[in-house]
């Protein structure tokens, strides 16, 4: 793999002893209805930039966001319950400010012992978070000597503690955001052969992504609900699927462009198709040209799993984002796992990236034989797709 060279400063190229650090992490976890922490993930996903700072003794702060409080408190969204899954995780205590700015938040910083840890409450709990309010996150500022941005999963979103805050401190990257920065830097410059699979609901969701793809990859194999659309565009009737009339001429020109290119853009040659939108839908595999009038593809077929990935034999790059079927539903989810199992099994230096796509990946088990798995899942599109993400933009150049 080439590895893209990381520009921005890092965690480790800045002195942290005794400092007050406000670390930005992704807590946006889910929780059950008993109101505990479903997933810790992404809580788990921070620890090695929060004990690098602990280690390093740093009096380490962190903020977050949770939910769509929409700049009110509200309990439903605290970051307590989480706070106490932190100091469970590290096993050491964890202290909570109610709140993020004021005097709960300045007094529970003073209170901080080199090493210590302390969680703010959600800043979604005051509107100049999402306002990227320049006075709240001068606060914010205001209570730390260095800020490290490690959410890499709002990294796309331009607020006061993902980006704002960076104008009033020295600001660099955790070890999570390097790590992605690194990762989906090298999809940007890919060892051939560069494979892209990509599925998920909509062609509208991802056009600029396969547009930006299309000119990296030397295959571009389609599947998911969009792949509807690109056999639409072929000509072919896909019944009561799901299709975007309106983003056919987009498929078209797509197809067109990879024929010009000389590049492989693969589209599914049988289908998994059900009678209803229901898990539990009569179901069977037609070829392409022989969808029912009044039947849905689900899902991909064997025979187009088995091509998928044959033509990741040999490949050194994959990228895969969006599920080949209606995945949360096991009789289509067959597509999504068989993709799972070839890029497992590939060799190649491997990443997959979106909310849907490693959700599905964690259901099949081959979560942690794949190179990179991306916790941001619109940041990772946005990066691919060559936006610049405030909260990667702001931080300190090398
Ligand atoms: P990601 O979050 O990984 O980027 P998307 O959000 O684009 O992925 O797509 C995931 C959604 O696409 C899932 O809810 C899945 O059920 C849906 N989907 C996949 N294939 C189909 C299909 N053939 N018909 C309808 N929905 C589909
Ligand atoms: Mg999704």
Same mark, same amino acid.
């Given at each position: ?42 809580? $788990? ?78 800043? $979604? ?67 051939? %052969? ?63 462009? @990879? ?19 229901? @898990? ?29 990935? @044959? ?11 969006? %599920? ?75």
């Amino acid at each position: 793999m080439t590895t893209a060279v990381m520009k921005k400063k890092a965690v480790r190229d800045v002195d942290v002893q005794g400092k007050r650090v406000f670390v930005r992490v992704d807590f946006n976890v889910p929780f059950d209805d008993f109101g505990r922490v479903a997933d810790d993930t992404r809580i $788990r996903a921070a620890i090695p930039t929060i004990t690098h700072l602990t280690g390093r003794g740093a009096r380490v702060i962190l903020a977050s966001h949770l939910g769509r409080p929409k700049g009110q408190p509200n309990p439903k969204y605290s970051l307590k319950p989480v706070a106490d899954r932190l100091a469970h995780l590290l096993g050491q205590p964890v202290a909570f400010a109610e709140d993020c700015v004021g005097p709960a938040a300045q007094k529970a910083v003073e209170a901080l012992a080199p090493g210590g840890v302390l969680v703010l409450e959600n800043v $979604r709990f005051h509107a100049g978070e999402e306002a990227n309010d320049p006075e709240f996150s001068r606060q914010l500022a205001s209570l730390a000597d260095i800020f490290v941005n490690d959410a890499f999963g709002a990294a796309h979103r331009a607020h006061a503690s993902t980006a704002g805050i960076a104008a009033h401190l020295p600001a660099v990257a955790g070890f999570l955001i390097e790590k992605e920065i690194e990762a989906l830097g090298a999809l940007l410059e890919p060892a051939h %052969p560069f494979v892209a699979i990509i599925g998920g609901a909509k062609v509208s969701d991802k056009l600029v992504v396969l547009q930006r793809l299309l000119e990296k990859v030397d295959v571009l194999a389609i599947g998911g609900g969009m792949a509807n659309t690109f056999l639409r565009a072929l000509g072919y009737k896909t019944g009561k699927s799901l299709v975007q009339e309106e983003m056919i001429r987009a498929a078209e020109s797509l197809i067109a462009r @990879a024929n010009e290119q000389g590049k492989q853009l693969l589209l599914p040659i049988d289908v998994v198709v059900a009678d209803f939108f229901l @898990a539990d839908a009569d179901h069977k595999v037609v070829e392409v040209d022989q969808v029912p009038d009044e039947w849905l593809i689900l899902d991909i077929g064997p025979l187009t799993v088995k091509r998928y990935a @044959a033509a990741l034999k040999g490949a050194r790059t994959v990228f895969w984002n969006g %599920p080949m079927g209606v995945a949360e539903w096991p009789a289509f989810a067959k597509g999504t796992d068989g993709m799972a199992q070839a890029l497992a099994e590939s060799g190649a230096f491997t990443v997959v990236g979106g909310g849907d796509s490693v959700a599905a990946l964690e259901r099949t088990g081959y979560a942690g034989r794949i190179s990179h798995v991306s916790t941001g899942g619109g940041a990772s599109l946005e990066f691919l797709e060559g936006k610049v993400l405030p909260g990667i933009a702001c931080l300190n150049d090398r």
